[in-house]
């Protein structure tokens, strides 16, 4: 049985940061894209940043590329979303998800996807950010 359980979250002024953490409770860690995703109310589910658990590779979604840092501790099968200049439009609920995909490149190198088609989801940690 395959369990995603998120915390981290909180409530935060704009120019804060939170580390977000995802246990990742699956019979086989290696060999997955783990992906974190974002929905503000009224908003489509967007994704965030992904890493794979056997390539290391990371992907950023353009708005936090450069504030933000995915990382994963292998032997705690945990996946860390760093959050830093925190604005209220990154205001939403933070979600992670799991499955084995299909790699996609860019730049020369490859990357787990953030398109929401994920099989294996968490119920999410809410990040509010106040100006």
């Known amino acids: 049985q395959v369990r995603l359980v998120e915390s981290g979250g909180g409530s935060v002024q704009a ?9 990742v409770s699956i019979d086989t860690y290696t060999g ?3 992906s974190w995703f974002r929905q503000a ?3 489509e589910r967007r994704g965030v940043a992904s890493i794979g ?3 290391l590779a990371t992907y950023y979604e353009a708005s936090v ?3 933000a840092s995915i990382s994963q501790d292998n032997a705690k099968q945990t996946v860390y979303l760093q959050l830093n ?3 209220p439009n990154d205001t939403a609920m933070y979600y992670c998800a799991a499955d084995r995909r299909a790699l996609r490149t860019s730049g020369g190198g490859w990357y787990c996807p953030l398109t929401p088609d994920y099989k294996y989801w968490g119920q999410g940690t809410q990040v ?3 100006s």
């Open 15 to 23: 120019g804060g940061s939170l580390r977000l953490s995802c246990l």
């Open 32 to 34: 997955k894209c783990i």
């Open 41 to 43: 109310p009224g908003q």
């Open 53 to 55: 658990t056997g390539t």
């Open 65 to 67: 590329r450069g504030r």
């Open 85 to 87: 200049s925190l604005t």
């Open 128 to 130: 509010t950010v106040s």
